[in-house]
Nanobody, 116 residues
Framework: VRLVESGGGLAQPGGSLSLSCTAY????????LSWYRQTPGNDRELVAG????????TYTDSVKGRFTISRDNPKNTVYLQMNSLKPDDTAIYYC??????????WGQGTQVTVSS
């Protein structure tokens, strides 16, 4: 039972990256899903969230208008499309699956570096 992120890497300022997070061993359909990020010495920061039905999304102010979270339940995957990247977006990005009364799952993280 695990979440596996992919799609991180190096991007130039103004560029784009697309992150994926696929669940193995459980189905994501009853779970709320989120992306977090963390930089050295700092707490994990909530970046974006999506509800069970996929119709409601939330974003931290610094990424509004640039990042888009989405989910594909048949593929058991949540995505984070990141556009207009800035150096401040550099972090390890983690996905999370959570729902009251169920176990909470975290991915292992994927590094995103924005640099020229």
């Amino acid at each position: 039972v695990r979440l596996v992120e992919s799609g991180g890497g190096l991007a130039q300022p103004g560029g784009s990256l697309s992150l994926s997070c696929t669940a193995y061993g459980f189905t994501i359909s009853p779970y709320k899903l989120s992306w977090y990020r963390q930089t050295p010495g700092n707490d994990r920061e909530l970046v974006a969230g999506i509800n069970v039905g996929g119709g409601t999304t939330t974003y931290t102010d610094s990424v509004k208008g640039r990042f888009t979270i989405s989910r594909d339940n048949p593929k058991n995957t949540v995505y984070l499309q990141m556009n207009s990247l800035k150096p401040d977006d550099t972090a390890i990005y983690y996905c999370k699956a959570y729902q009251m009364g169920r176990p909470v799952y975290w991915g292992q993280g994927t590094q995103v570096t924005v640099s020229s």
